[in-house]
């Protein structure tokens, strides 16, 4: 730990902390321009910290690294460097590299788009999560068929299912290693929207057991991530693919992975049979022929050179020389090791910092549900939480961190439980009249349909109308026919503290939970000082 932030002796014996430093700390040393706002989307991304910013700096205006495609020095350097960050992050993520092969994409997205296009290519059939990114849902848009599910138990029928539709050829089956149709089964560690956090280990115990042909499990791990900590050490009840944005857990760099579980049976055959090749991924290509090639060649070259397709055999010595397509970042992946480094100087691990955010939660949703009306008594917030909290009755008892993250989505309510329109909450929130400290939030559909939808009951009818008469991301349209089209989510990081957390509460109540003629004489004065005259 970088002696800056003191030592850890200097905490008060009474305060809860979780980290080998305080909070305040680290705040103050590492995270300077948070220092003058209140910080609460970290699902989108957090925040770097000062020392990875600079010891990244430091290290490649001291040496050189090069693209890691040749033997020069400065190619090995980043050779060696991706290799012990590869490894690193497998340790990060409690995964063996006997067990697991990191490859490395732009972001979670990417990885799923990778995966989706392999499947595609050999001929698959899809389910997913409803509670799902919009790039966890789109796997569906390259399947034979598809389905939605809610809980595992859902799939029984569709994984035991023994007949391929009429008119669906299963998967590509030409050198008779896989029969029957070939299925990808694929949901969030964590919703992006809502923080559920389903019990992952034990639904793909249920799904391999369960399944009556070969099907791979594909998690989309980039929100669970962020502050959770992924267990991979027994691979029986691992995912086969796992997609991740490093820039959710570290700040930077801007990249992502995709985990490749090795013993998986055939996923090294799909993923062989797909059509991209680019760079490194391929150890030789023949172009076919061109009308200005000579005429006298060997005959085995022209046999080639006369086939409609290149020939080219692809680098399968591993699932990342095979999926690595062109020149990878280098110095993205350079920064990785700066971000790893702080991270565990800094927080410890990511146990630790579950436990951190874990108890932020606690607070903010018990402060959130506590707040109500003085006139009506009713709720200010309508918090959309995970199925098995939100089946029970109004509680202030927190969710357990293993089935909620430290994110919440919420509508914030009139006193007549009108849900309040969300560009209002968000011009409010980055008010310096309404809150002295900037608060940064998130409101939208959070590109999570599935969410959205069982939140706010919204039919697919509903949601084909909403579009239909106008509604779009970031848009504006903020209700239709008396109903939301979206809400404002909240969530917490690593260097989220306490203060943050109380001082959104107190906003929130500040600014909704007063009488209506306070507010409405406050509104009316903001009016006059915007525009220098009264109304």
């Avoid at 020069?72 to 497998?90: G, H, N």
């Avoid at 172009?287 to 680098?315: G, Y």
């Avoid at 108890?359 to 917030?381: E, R, V």
Wanted: hydrophobic share 30%; aromatic share 8%.
């Amino acid at each position: 730990m970088p002696d800056q932030c003191g030592s850890s002796d200097d905490r008060p014996i009474t305060e809860t902390n979780f980290y080998p430093y305080l909070i305040k700390q680290i705040r103050e040393r590492e995270y300077p321009c948070m220092k003058e706002a209140i910080y609460l989307d970290h699902a989108g991304a957090t925040i770097p910290a000062k020392s990875t910013l600079t010891r990244f700096a430091d290290d490649i205006s001291s040496s050189i690294f090069a693209n890691p495609h040749s033997a020069s020095p400065s190619s090995q350097r980043s050779t060696e460097r991706i290799d012990a960050v590869r490894k690193r992050l497998l340790e990060f993520f409690h995964a063996s590299p006997d067990d697991y092969d990191i490859v490395f994409v732009a972001n979670a997205t990417a990885a799923i788009k990778l995966v989706t296009e392999a499947f595609s290519d050999y001929g698959f059939d899809c389910a997913y999560h409803i509670d799902s990114h919009t790039s966890l849902v789109a796997t569906s848009t390259k399947a034979r068929t598809a389905r939605c599910f809610y809980t595992v138990e859902d799939l029984d029928p569709w994984l035991q299912r023994e007949e391929v539709e009429p008119d669906h050829p299963a998967g590509n089956t030409s050198n008779g290693n896989i029969t029957g149709p070939t299925s990808l089964v694929a949901f969030p560690a964590q919703s992006n929207m809502t923080g559920y956090r389903p019990p992952y280990h034990s639904w793909i115990k249920h799904i391999r057991t369960h399944a009556h042909h070969p099907t791979y499990i594909l998690l989309d791990a980039a929100a669970f991530t962020m502050t959770g900590q992924l267990e991979l050490r027994d691979p029986s009840t691992s995912p086969d693919l796992i997609s991740i944005s490093l820039y959710k857990i570290f700040g930077f760099p801007d990249i992502g992975t995709l985990l490749v579980r090795k013993s998986s049976p055939h996923l090294f055959q799909i993923f062989s049979s797909r059509k991209y090749f680019g760079g490194g991924t391929v150890d030789m290509v023949i172009p076919h022929s061109l009308p200005l090639l000579p005429t006298t060649l060997p005959s085995p070259l022209q046999s080639i050179l006369s086939s409609p397709s290149p020939w080219f055999r692809r680098n399968t010595r591993s699932y990342h020389t095979m999926l690595e397509d062109g020149t990878l970042p280098f110095h993205s992946i350079t920064a990785v090791s700066h971000a790893l480094d702080l991270h565990h100087e800094l927080y410890g691990s990511q146990t630790q910092v579950s436990l951190h955010t874990s108890t932020l939660l606690s607070q903010l949703y018990t402060s959130l549900i506590s707040l109500h009306h003085p006139k009506t008594n009713t709720p200010i917030c309508e918090l959309y939480l995970s199925p098995a909290v939100q089946s029970q009755p109004r509680s202030h008892s927190p969710p357990s961190p293993d089935s909620q993250g430290p994110t919440l989505s919420l509508n914030i309510l009139s006193a007549n439980s009108h849900p309040l329109p969300k560009t209002q909450i968000l011009t409010l929130s980055s008010s310096s009249s309404s809150s002295p400290t900037p608060i940064h939030i998130r409101a939208g559909g959070l590109c999570n349909p599935g969410g959205i939808q069982t939140s706010l009951s919204l039919t697919p009818e509903e949601m084909k109308r909403n579009f239909d008469l106008g509604v779009r991301c970031g848009n504006g349209v903020d209700e239709i026919h008396g109903k939301p089209t979206g809400v404002v989510r909240i969530s917490l990081g690593a260097m989220s503290t306490m203060e943050e957390v109380r001082g959104f509460v107190d906003w929130i109540e500040r600014e909704f939970g007063e009488v209506e003629e306070k507010r409405e004489e406050r509104d009316r004065e903001r009016e006059y000082n915007k525009n220098g005259k009264s109304n």
